[in-house]
């Protein structure tokens, strides 16, 4: 069982990359990872930057906060404008 949930945090790390201390930049996948992996690396909130509905997405949490931010996966959409 220890080399399954092992795996399930691979999930998570495989895919993001810790930024400073409690601040990690992840995809979508990372973003996806069971509730308790999640849990183990300290995520609190996710920032879902995509022009999606939060229909679409699968795993929401109620244990955590979300902030959606309506951005266009376009070279000529800059994120920077909306902070």
């Keep these: ?7 399930r945090e691979d999930i998570f790390t ?5 930024i400073e201390d409690s601040l990690w930049l992840g995809d979508e996948d990372a973003g ?3 509730l ?7 995520i609190t909130h996710i ?4 022009n999606i509905s939060k229909d679409r997405l699968p795993n929401l ?9 309506f951005v266009a996966d376009q070279v000529c ?7």
């Design 36 to 42: 308790d992996v999640l849990k183990a690396h300290g």
């Design 61 to 69: 949490y109620e244990e955590l906060k979300y902030l959606q931010l």
């Design 1 to 7: 069982m220890e080399e399954k949930e092992e795996r």
């Design 47 to 50: 920032l879902i930057p995509a």
């Design 32 to 34: 996806q990872a069971p």
């Design 77 to 83: 959409e800059s994120p920077i404008n909306l902070f």
């Design 14 to 18: 495989q895919n993001a990359n810790l």
